[in-house]
């Protein structure tokens, strides 16, 4: 394993992208993208370069290339504070998503807006943290703006509009740790409890990123419904065709942010004792 070192100068000029199970290959817009293994406090990390001449672009495949990590089995943290080492400045998380709210549509992109993830534990019941034991320069993160950054998700909006994929409303995020999928009641207490959309991952990486200081813009598709008596796709053809159909928008959709997207500030804050 190697570790990384950013750039002389470049650290405030950093965006980069989580993608999931939709990508099966380091291949983002037709490009090959080379690895780079860092090691953190919580192990190793793979991360992809993405060509950009004015700024440094990441790319993080959550589940690997090929897919080999199952929801309870990324190595969160891990992937977090390798972000955070590259001076990540902006991040897009991207997932596909079971859809709660019957309203909105699949096949198209929602803006998160919020999640829900009241026990704030990592798959494996530990504290969603980078600061499991005494660390020098830990806090409580504090939440003046909320999980993801308006700024942030504004210029996704924007971006999302001009590669002809544009958002078609804003969702609260659901977090299920997995790997067994939700049963009805599950879902049903999610959906009451305000939960739009579902996933395994997406909230532990958004939380760890904030800890981090790194603004964060979520951004999700629909592939099927976790709703009792609405039209779903749990059938293995329909999940494959509509994870295609996510694989092509999100596609896009990095490639323009990578390319494009801009740093923000931090706007939420780490209140150290």
């Given at each position: 394993?190697?570790n990384a ?5 470049s650290?405030?000029?950093?965006v ?13 817009a037709?490009?090959?993208?080379e ?7 919580f ?5 992809h ?23 309870n ?18 991040l897009l ?18 803006l ?6 009241p ?28 999980v993801?950054?308006?700024e ?11 590669a002809g994929h544009?958002v078609?409303?804003?969702?609260v ?6 790997p067994?999928t ?10 009451e409890l305000?939960?739009?959309v579902?996933?395994?991952t997406?909230?532990?990486e ?11 813009a ?8 976790s ?14 065709h ?8 999100l ?23």
């Amino acid at each position: 394993m190697s570790n990384a070192r950013q750039p002389e100068g470049s650290q405030a000029m950093t965006v980069a992208v989580i993608l999931g199970s939709a990508f099966r290959e380091p291949v983002i817009a037709g490009r090959q993208l080379e690895p780079l293994t860092l090691l953190t406090r919580f192990g190793g990390a793979v991360l992809h370069r993405y060509p950009r001449e004015d700024r440094e672009a990441w790319v993080m495949f959550r589940h690997g290339t090929p897919h080999s990590f199952l929801p309870n089995q990324i190595p969160f943290q891990a992937q977090a504070v390798a972000l955070g080492d590259i001076g990540c400045q902006s991040l897009l998380v991207t997932s596909s998503v079971g859809g709660m709210d019957p309203d909105l549509p699949l096949d198209v992109p929602l803006l998160l807006s919020d999640i829900l993830m009241p026990d704030n534990s990592l798959p494996d019941g530990s504290a969603c943290t980078v600061f499991p034991e005494p660390t020098v320069g830990q806090g409580h993160l504090v939440l003046d703006e909320g999980v993801f950054s308006r700024e942030l998700s504004t210029q996704v909006e924007r971006l999302a509009a001009r590669a002809g994929h544009p958002v078609a409303g804003r969702a609260v995020f659901a977090y299920t740790k997995g790997p067994r999928t939700k049963t009805a009641a599950e879902n049903a207490m999610w959906a009451e409890l305000g939960g739009q959309v579902n996933s395994m991952t997406v909230a532990p990486e958004v939380v760890l990123a904030n800890e981090l200081g790194i603004p964060v813009a979520g951004l999700v598709v629909g592939h099927k419904y976790s709703v009792p008596g609405v039209h779903d796709r749990l059938d293995h053809a329909g999940i494959s065709h509509a994870l295609r159909a996510a694989w092509k928008t999100l596609d896009d959709l990095a490639r323009v942010f990578l390319e494009e997207a801009q740093p923000v500030p931090f706007a939420n804050r780490l209140f150290r004792l």
